[in-house]
C-alpha cells in the first residue's frame, strides 16, 4: 500500500492551514501549524506574491495530503472524474470521500485516516460483514461498515469505542455507538463535505 511515510505536521505547513492528519493532537497546544506559522523553507520576512499555478498547486497538493493520496493515484481519480457525468470537481471530491479509509474516519471509529487505514489494511474492518483490507475501496450506498467480531474486544477498539464521540458524523452517514456499526445512508452530496478544498483550481490545474 504506497502512503507518505514523511512528517505529517510538515505537510500541514506547507499549505499553510490544519488539515487534521493527527486526529487529537491537532486540536492541542501541540498542533506544528499553530506553534510554527511559518512555512518550512521559509526565511525571508516578506513573502513573494503566489501565482495562479502556485494557488491551483496548493489547492491539489492539499487534497492529496488530506486524503493520504499519492500523485498518481491522484490523477487517476481526476481522469475519471472527468469521464463521469456532473461537474469534474464535484464528482472528485466525492470519490475521495467515499474512500474506505476517509469513512471509517467521518464514521468517528478512528482518530485519524492514517489511523484508519492502518486499521483496515491489518483487517480489523468489515463491510456487510466480509473482511475488506483496502483503505482505497469505494463504498456505495446501503454499505454497512464495522469492527470484525473478533477484534471488537481488543483493547485498542475499546478504547477507541470509549472516546466515542470525538466530533459529529456527516448526514450522508449514520453510526450506531452500542455496537459499533456505521451505514452508509446515501452518497456524499457537495454540501455535506466537510472540507475548504477548492475543486475548481484542481481542474484548472489539470486542465493546463
Known amino acids: 500500500m504506497a502512503r507518505n511515510i514523511g512528517p505529517s505536521c510538515r505537510l500541514c505547513r506547507r499549505v499553510g492551514e490544519k488539515l487534521f492528519l493527527k486526529g487529537e493532537r491537532c486540536f492541542t497546544a501541540m ?4 506553534r510554527r ?3 518550512p523553507g521559509e526565511r525571508h520576512l516578506r513573502r513573494p506574491r503566489v501565482s495562479d499555478y502556485g494557488t491551483q498547486l496548493k489547492e491539489k497538493q492539499k487534497a492529496r495530503f488530506t486524503y493520504g493520496v499519492l500523485e498518481r493515484q491522484f490523477r487517476r481519480y481526476f481522469a475519471r472524474a472527468q469521464i463521469t457525468s456532473g461537474s469534474t470537481g464535484e464528482v472528485l471530491l466525492q470519490t475521495l470521500e467515499r474512500r474506505l479509509d476517509n469513512v471509517v474516519f467521518r464514521l468517528d471509529i478512528a482518530e485519524s485516516r492514517s489511523q484508519a487505514r ?4 491489518h483487517g480489523h474492518i468489515t463491510i456487510g460483514g466480509r473482511k475488506v483490507s483496502i483503505p482505497s475501496y469505494l463504498v456505495n450506498e446501503g454499505e454497512t461498515i464495522s469492527w470484525k467480531e473478533t477484534s471488537k474486544v481488543r483493547e485498542f477498539s475499546v478504547a477507541l469505542a470509549s472516546s466515542m464521540p470525538r466530533k459529529s458524523v456527516p448526514a450522508w452517514l449514520a453510526i450506531d455507538t452500542k455496537e459499533m456499526l ?3 445512508n446515501h452518497l456524499p452530496e457537495p454540501a455535506e463535505i466537510d472540507t475548504t478544498i477548492d475543486t475548481r483550481m484542481i481542474v484548472e490545474f489539470y486542465s493546463k
Not at 492502518?118 to 489494511?121: A, C, P, T
Open 118 to 121: 492502518q486499521l483496515i489494511s
Open 37 to 39: 506559522r511559518q512555512p
Open 182 to 184: 456505521g451505514k452508509i
Open 31 to 34: 498542533c506544528a501549524v499553530d
